[in-house]
């Protein structure tokens, strides 16, 4: 496994989470796995000292950290990687993130050393897509001559979602190398979930109140600026409700810090800070429904997240969203970027809690049918099998 982050990188988002459980459910089916990343654990304060070891082996799992010596756009850096990648021993490379340094350099290793390259993007193909600034995007667009190179050299391209195939039919990648494999969590961490009113009492929320929760990174993609604006629309009228935001800074903190200044309702706006394993679960047991108001999201594991935890989701229509979010089965949809909208969403998840109790286990089901590990993990070990 070669990556830009691992665990405990949480702060990177989703993909941390998802790499982490195959490397999980790799080792449980007896794959010797050893583990290619950098030595940062927050990209927004990359200079922060982890106090990780270079080096750790972790039952029949070895864990390699390097130090970038430069980063540009996330891009971070690692050219001491490439002498234990090109002496050490293993058969198949599994390269993560599309746009990374990481990938580039597994794609090169693997031509040099004739070894099986299979590449998960993560969603990271077109999300250069929404980036702020011609100029980074233009360095996007540019890296793309790289990446069809790297897609030409491996056999298997794993797309999360069908949105993600579709994604990689438009890149122009063989469609014969694709091959549909979704994120799943361990079911196992949900299946007993922590009693409710540790999160509430920390933020001295009482339990007969409302808590409408943001869980994720704080990045302008996430759409977090909708939200608050939907939310500010109901306040008045929601007097028990409170707006509970979750999550480490993705570059947008101090933009929402200053929205939140002369916004209606912000006395009932929290911004709790990054919640990660356990402490997270507990944010959610303790919220009545999460909102996923993405601009841009290839799979959507915040839903699934949630869904473990009993708790519908209202999501906007983008990306996987609708097929995991669907709407009054599990949730709620509403149109990307659709303040008005978002906010009657908000007001009827309010006013229709046994409605929402409901939602909440169909879609727990929906996830253990479909996006356990024990409903998918076996597809990643036949593919690596091949």
């Known amino acids: 496994m070669i990556t830009p982050a691992f665990t405990p990188a949480d ?42 070891p270079s080096r750790e082996d972790v039952g029949n ?127 196992t961490q949900y299946a007993k979930l922590p009693p409710a009113g540790a999160f509430r009492t920390e933020l001295g929320i009482g339990m007969h109140e409302k808590v409408i929760l943001f869980l994720g990174r704080i990045n302008e993609i996430k759409g977090l600026d909708v939200l608050l604006f939907a939310y500010s629309r109901i306040a008045n009228n929601a007097s028990d409700a409170w707006l509970v935001i979750v999550g480490p800074d993705g ?28 402490s997270k679960i507990q944010a959610l047991v303790d919220s009545d429904f999460v909102v996923v108001p993405s601009n841009y999201e290839s799979f959507g594991i915040t839903a ?18 609708p097929n995991l979010v669907r709407h009054n089965e599990t949730g709620l949809l509403f149109d990307k970027g659709n303040v008005n909208q978002l906010a009657e969403r908000l007001e009827w998840a309010l006013e229709n809690p ?9 879609a727990r089901q929906l996830v253990l049918n479909l996006y356990s590990a024990q409903a998918v993990e076996n597809a990643l070990a036949l593919l690596l099998s091949e």
């Open 251 to 278: 570059g947008y903190l101090s933009t929402i810090k200053k929205m939140l200044k002369g916004i209606v309702g912000s006395s009932h706006i929290v911004l709790a800070g990054p919640r990660f394993g356990v």
């Open 354 to 362: 046994k409605k929402l109790e409901l939602m909440g286990d169909r």
């Open 11 to 52: 702060a990177f988002g989703g993909p941390v989470t998802a790499i982490m459980n195959q490397v999980k459910s790799l080792h449980k089916q007896g794959f010797s796995v050893k583990v290619y990343s950098t030595s940062v654990v927050d990209p927004q304060r990359p200079h922060l000292s982890s106090r990780l």
């Open 61 to 187: 799992v070895t864990i390699k950290r390097y130090r970038p010596i430069f980063c540009i756009l996330g891009y971070w850096v690692t050219p001491t990687i490439m002498k234990d990648l090109l002496t050490d021993e293993f058969d198949i490379i599994h390269a993560h993130s599309a746009r990374s340094f990481q990938l580039d350099i597994a794609a090169l290793v693997s031509w040099i050393r004739h070894r099986k390259l299979i590449v998960s993007p993560h969603g990271s193909l077109y999300s250069y897509g929404l980036a702020s600034g011609q100029g980074k995007r233009l360095l996007f667009a540019a890296h793309n001559a790289i990446l069809k190179l790297v897609f030409r050299r491996a056999c298997k391209i794993i797309a999360t979602s069908s949105d993600e195939e579709n994604q990689f039919k438009r890149f122009g990648i063989d469609t014969e190398k694709i091959v549909c494999i979704p994120n799943f969590l361990d079911e």
């Open 304 to 321: 699934i997240e949630a869904f473990l935890s009993g708790k519908p989701v209202i999501a906007s229509r983008v990306g996987n969203l």
